[in-house]
């Protein structure tokens, strides 16, 4: 009994110190897939996604995972609103295969709970019998914490940190505290004005 509880004990160790410094966000609905980055900058080690295009006239899903040959598909830029944990924003364009061009953006938020979910915005330029025909669209979705995969894990450790064709990008922090909305900034505007104008009243 003792070894077999020594034994799964081992074995569960061994599984957290393959994923360790690793967290992995699972996104569900029409952009789905997962994204796995380092715990420690964010930057993310690999992606796996699939992106339901609109209008097509059939279900259409472009496939987004590291590529360098025939064109490529890469992480470009990434950013994050997330001082403590959470996911990285990120930007993919994607030329792979000559048949296909691909802009996304993905932004992450949280909500007073603690859920995360995302927003995405793409546009995408398809070829088919006649030529290429454009399409573009907004997503959103859930994101979930999902367990790393160890031997992922352990390719992308032999690979530096990084999945073969990733880039380490870390993300820019931004504050969206910071950052008033146009609303925000007109009510300041008015307000000043209302101030100026009656400290010139008790003045006169």
Do not use: W
């Not at 799964?8 to 410094?21: D, E, H, I």
């Not at 259409?60 to 959470?86: C, H, M, V």
């Not at 994101?143 to 073969?164: C, H, K, Q, W």
């Amino acid at each position: 009994m003792i070894k077999k509880i020594i034994a799964l004990a081992t074995g569960a160790l061994l599984s957290f110190n393959a994923s360790a410094g690793y967290v992995q966000y699972n996104l569900s609905g029409p952009l789905n897939g997962y994204v796995i980055q380092h715990d420690d900058d964010d930057s993310i080690a690999y992606f796996n996604l699939r992106l339901a295009i609109d209008g097509v006239g059939r279900p259409y899903n472009a496939s987004l995972t590291p590529q360098a040959s025939e064109g490529s598909t890469k992480i470009t830029r990434a950013s994050t609103y997330f001082a403590d944990n959470g996911p990285t924003n990120f930007h993919i364009y994607s030329n792979f295969g000559a048949d296909q061009m691909t802009d996304l953006d993905v932004l992450f938020s949280r909500d007073t709970q603690g859920n995360f979910s995302y927003s995405a915005k793409y546009t995408s330029s398809i070829y088919f019998v006649g030529g290429f025909q454009n399409f573009a669209g907004q997503h959103a979705g859930s994101v979930s914490l999902r367990v790393t995969n160890p031997g992922l894990i352990a390719e992308i450790d032999g690979n530096g940190g990084y999945f073969i064709f990733v880039t380490r990008i870390v993300p820019t922090f931004i504050d969206a505290n910071e950052v008033p909305e146009p609303g925000s900034l007109a009510l300041l505007a008015i307000g000043a004005l209302c101030f100026a104008g009656r400290r010139r009243r008790l003045k006169a």
